[in-house]
């Protein structure tokens, strides 16, 4: 079946740089646009952006212009995002999930990355 | 890009009928018959329960039906049940080639 696992919780400090994974099996890794989407503790939904795993062509939120990227390796059919000089704020569960025509089907377990001096 | 704009919390009774509402503008909800919404319960990730305005993918309750007018799209939810009980994210595609989520509402079941 269809499955996203990602990687596993990460404490970071502040300034920092984390990197989330997200390995996709029963699909064509290829062929469907992959989300990142975050959340923090006790909040909504906010999206991160989006990338193309056929070209590795990305579109991220305005907010996040500059300091997230998301890039893949299709051999072994994994996305990664990327969050560089982390604060406090950025402290959520953050979400690898895939796209079928432009909605979101399947979403990973989730990452929870903690942002902490 | 402003997160859409949901009402913070709705409740009725079992077997009532309520309405979210997701307000955007014409660069996103009004401009696209993409919108989307997901049902989240607590510690689990988001569910898909409508896409493209008013579509709703094979498993998901005929309660569920979603609809737009302007910039406004809407999500009602009929003959409520306990179930029902969750949070719900409305999700809109934007001229800028990206999205945008809403606010979030909380459902509670009386």
């Known amino acids: 079946q269809v499955q996203l696992v990602q990687s596993g919780a990460e404490v970071k400090k502040p300034g920092a740089s984390m990197k989330v994974s997200c390995k996709a099996s029963?699909?064509?890794?290829?062929?469907?646009?992959m989300h990142w989407v975050r959340q923090a503790p006790g909040q909504g939904l906010e999206w991160m952006g989006w990338?193309?795993?056929?070209?590795?062509?990305?579109n991220y939120a305005q907010k996040f212009q500059g300091w997230v990227t998301m890039t893949r390796n299709t051999f072994i059919s994994t996305a990664y995002l990327e969050l560089n000089n982390l604060r406090s704020d950025d402290t959520a569960m953050y979400y690898c999930?895939?796209?079928?025509?432009?909605?979101?089907?399947?979403w990973g377990q989730g990452t929870t990355v903690t942002v902490s001096s | 890009q402003s997160a859409l704009t949901q009402p913070a919390s709705v409740s009725g009774s079992p077997g009532q009928s309520i309405t979210i509402s997701c307000t955007g503008t014409?660069?996103?909800?009004?401009?696209?018959?993409?919108v989307s919404w997901y049902q989240q319960h607590p510690g689990r990730a988001p569910k898909l329960m409508i896409y493209?305005?008013?579509d709703r993918p094979s498993g998901v309750s005929n309660r569920f039906s979603g609809s737009k007018s302007g910039s406004t799209a809407s999500l009602t939810i009929s003959g409520l049940q306990a179930e029902d009980e969750a949070d719900y994210y409305c999700?809109?595609?934007?001229?800028?080639?990206?999205?945008?989520f809403g606010t979030g509402t909380k459902v509670t079941v009386l």
């Open positions: 014409s660069s996103d909800v009004g401009g696209y018959n993409y």
């Open positions: 990338i193309n795993p056929s070209s590795g062509g990305a």
């Open positions: 493209d305005v008013s």
């Open positions: 029963g699909y064509t890794f290829t062929d469907y646009f």
């Open positions: 999700i809109s595609y934007t001229s800028s080639s990206t999205y945008v």
């Open positions: 999930v895939r796209d079928v025509q432009g909605d979101m089907d399947v």
